[in-house]
């Protein structure tokens, strides 16, 4: 049986970090497992990170989210074909979702879809995941759940529901996501998402 990629998505708040720790240290006790995060833990990630709260080009931030993505794809590549599992935390979808909601006014005044843009660049050297578990909640639940948080441009309910609203139209299309109702505890979501996860590593989808 192949290695597996499983990403963890959905909007700021919807508990994906807390979850896929959880399901990632029930795991690697049973299966050959590692866990990364987008952005990156490296000079790049902290890059993108760091421009965040800052003035840049909105096209300068989504550059800089794929170039990270990019370097990601070749170190999850080698982990895929030595046989071990990978489970990240965001992958290329925050990017769809997000730099399409973001880039969306500004390149529809050329004509151009910010989906299509955002995912025709990447087409050529992303990989795409095995299984992707999409967290959905309500953004004001999100918010709520953030509020302790010093808030990034992002964090904002209006423009969290055109990323989850892009995410949905996303996981309309593929079989590969599988949507996980966020409001519930989470010990309940964290066996939902191991069940899920097991099936997939297992063949049966
Ligand atoms: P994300 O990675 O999606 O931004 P986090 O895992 O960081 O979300 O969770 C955001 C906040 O919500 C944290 O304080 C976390 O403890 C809390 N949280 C996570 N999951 C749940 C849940 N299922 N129910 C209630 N609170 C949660
Ligand atoms: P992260 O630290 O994972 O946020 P959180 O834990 O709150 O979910 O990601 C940082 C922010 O970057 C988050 O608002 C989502 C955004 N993001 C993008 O806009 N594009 C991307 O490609 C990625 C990976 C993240």
């Known amino acids: 049986m192949h290695a597996k990629?499983?990403?963890?998505?959905?909007?700021?708040?919807?508990?994906?970090?807390?979850?896929?720790?959880?399901?990632?240290?029930?795991?690697?006790?049973?299966?050959?497992?590692?866990?990364?995060?987008?952005?990156?833990?490296?000079?790049?990630?902290e890059m993108v990170r760091d421009?965040?709260?800052?003035?840049?080009?909105?096209?300068?931030?989504?550059?800089?989210?794929?170039?990270?993505?990019?370097?990601?794809?070749?170190?999850?590549?080698?982990?895929?074909e030595n046989g071990?599992?990978?489970?990240?935390?965001?992958?290329?979808d925050s990017s769809y979702a997000y730099q399409?909601?973001?880039?969306?006014?500004?390149?529809?005044?050329?004509?151009?879809d910010s989906l299509d843009y955002l995912?025709?660049?990447q087409e050529p050297f992303t990989i795409k995941p095995d299984l992707t578990l999409l967290f959905v909640i309500k953004p004001e639940t999100a918010m709520k759940r953030i509020s302790?948080?010093?808030?990034?441009?992002?964090?904002?309910?209006?423009?969290?529901?055109?990323?989850?609203?892009v995410y949905l139209k996303l996981a309309a299309k593929e079989k590969r996501y599988k949507k996980i109702d966020?409001?519930?505890s989470v010990d309940e979501i964290v066996n939902e998402c191991i069940r899920k996860i097991e099936d997939t590593v297992a063949g049966k989808k």
């Open 5 to 45: 990629l499983i990403t963890f998505e959905g909007i700021d708040g919807s508990g994906k970090t807390t979850v896929c720790k959880k399901v990632y240290r029930e795991l690697r006790k049973k299966i050959r497992i590692v866990f990364v995060t987008e952005p990156t833990k490296t000079k790049l990630g």
């Open 182 to 184: 966020a409001n519930r």
């Open 100 to 112: 399409a909601a973001e880039l969306k006014k500004v390149l529809s005044k050329h004509n151009i």
């Open 51 to 80: 421009t965040m709260n800052k003035n840049v080009s909105p096209f300068t931030h989504a550059l800089l989210f794929m170039a990270d993505h990019a370097n990601l794809v070749e170190k999850i590549r080698k982990y895929l």
């Open 119 to 121: 995912m025709n660049i």
């Open 84 to 92: 071990t599992n990978v489970i990240c935390d965001r992958y290329n």
């Open 148 to 165: 302790f948080r010093k808030k990034t441009k992002f964090e904002k309910a209006g423009f969290l529901g055109d990323v989850q609203n």
